[in-house]
């Protein structure tokens, strides 16, 4: 059986991330959903990808990079102490259903036939992902071995997505190689 109120932490007493304020928690949340959303977008626009390949990086691609990391880092810097309560797993399920909600209202408040309500119902699920990969990726990068593996990872998908897009800014990605 599921107990939905736990008493003691998900998370071991003497775990690092037991030790972390608020802003501690709020920035490697902010860093980990922010890794996470551009590799996802790097996967989801791959070169043979749907939306355009790496083209669709010029359009609306920074909105998700800048709200769905921002929100998830509110949320954690608001509720951060009563999420660690639960398991990582279960810490990262909870901040990808908090953000995907807001999303949902926003699109709703919008109206979701408006193009500003669509985008944000398209993202609804992204963020959901993103937040519950990032979130555990940002509580393992506290400890010693997380942070070996954690912030190299993150160092690599920001060059890779920075090439990438100074690459489409500079038509590398508009012409088909294909075309006779």
Known sequence: MVDLHPVEPGVRLDHPWMRRSRWGMAWRVWLAVLTATMAGLLLILGPDGGFGGFSGL????????????????????????????????????????????????VALGASAFDSWGALFLVYCPPAFVACAVGLPLAIWSTTRIGSRVCWPVAGVVLLVYAAVSFLNAGGAFDADPFAG
């Open 58 to 105: 010029s359009g609306t691609a920074a909105h998700p990079l800048t709200s769905i990391p921002a929100l998830a880092g509110v949320i954690v810097l608001a509720g951060g102490p009563r999420l660690r309560r639960y398991s990582p797993i279960t810490q990262g399920f909870l901040l990808g259903l908090a953000v995907a909600a807001v999303f949902a209202l």
